[in-house]
């Protein structure tokens, strides 16, 4: 019996001395698939919330958005951003308004709707107001209903809060996400982050002219149970017309083993970013899913959209 516990203690030792070692040596099993991943899910993540964001940032977007759709002197609804001018159907609900709010917003995109940057939205975004969102502290609360954004399918729900600060633009998302992968595979993502308008906020229904800093943490599940922490180390930067995040960094960490880090660029709109684990640094690639049942705008290699056969909205 004393034989047993020696070993078992000789065992224990020898597993704390590895786990010890691993530490000391900084080994990162992370690889090059769990960051592109992850990169994927961040841009899937920000282009979603800044569809809602469009729509509903202010009381005026609410309601010019639908004074926006209907007229016939535009020509490029929303300053561009949808491919042939096709955008989501808005239905404005405000029976249950006291002196104006709530407000319940539902963006539907039908079939599909193609975005100039090359992104293939389909289903419904469900977002209720119950403030002007540019009041400090106002909230709006998402949904989602059968909801993909390329071929990857989001469920679960936000809820954004507006900074106390009026002169910043600005709205913490707190989110408790799943993506689905075509494969069935999925990522449990719940985070905390922080949106600002850069630039563009004066002009809420011009696209091109935004460009959004991001900050926050991550938590990550993905479907084999492995666990990844993300925190923002240096402010993402994202234009509207880029479908990539062109600038910045981020700390990942798998199984709470040492951490790798991304590094987005110097501000360049391209699908490529940096991964440095193990003391090595090596060029990745940023994913770009497209539906496989839709033909929508492809990329080039800059990341920017051009023309393709967009499919057609109910």
């Known amino acids: 019996m004393k034989k047993q516990i020696w070993i078992a203690t000789v065992a224990a030792m020898t597993l704390f001395a590895a786990c010890e070692d691993k530490i000391e040596t900084g080994q990162s099993s992370l690889t090059e698939e769990d960051l592109a991943n992850e990169a994927t899910l961040e841009n899937l993540s920000q282009e979603t919330e800044y569809e809602v964001d469009l729509f509903t940032s202010s009381k005026d977007n ?62 419904i975004i469900q977002v209720v107001v119950y403030d002007d969102p540019r009041h400090p502290a106002a909230e709006r609360d998402v949904t989602f209903i059968d909801f993909f954004i390329d071929d990857v399918q989001l469920t679960g729900d936000i809820t954004k809060r507006r900074g106390q600060d009026p002169a910043i633009l600005d709205f913490t998302s707190v989110a408790d996400l799943t993506f689905t992968f075509p494969d069935g595979s999925f990522w449990k993502r719940d985070s905390e982050n922080t949106r600002t308008f850069a630039e563009g906020s004066q002009t809420p229904f011009l696209h091109f002219d935004d460009v959004f800093h991001m900050d926050g943490f991550v938590n990550n599940t993905n479907s084999d149970g492995t666990s990844f922490a993300k925190t923002i180390t240096q402010t993402l930067v994202k234009p509207a017309e880029c479908r990539f995040i062109v600038q910045g960094t981020v700390t990942m960490t798998k199984n709470d083993e040492a951490p790798a880090i991304l590094d987005f660029g110097n501000g360049e709109c391209d699908d490529l970013a940096t991964m440095t684990r193990n003391g090595e640094t090596s060029e990745i690639r940023l994913r770009h899913h497209h539906d496989g049942g839709q033909e929508g705008g492809h990329g080039d290699d800059d990341g920017n959209g051009h023309d393709g056969q967009g499919g057609q909205h109910d």
């Open 62 to 123: 609410i309601l010019g958005a639908a004074a926006e759709m209907s007229s016939k002197d535009h020509h490029r609804p929303f300053g561009g951003r949808y491919l042939y001018d096709i955008c989501p159907n808005i239905t404005i609900d405000s029976s249950m308004a006291v002196n104006g709010f709530p407000i319940t917003v539902t963006l539907n995109y039908g079939d599909s709707v193609v975005l100039e940057n090359g992104h293939v939205i389909r289903g």
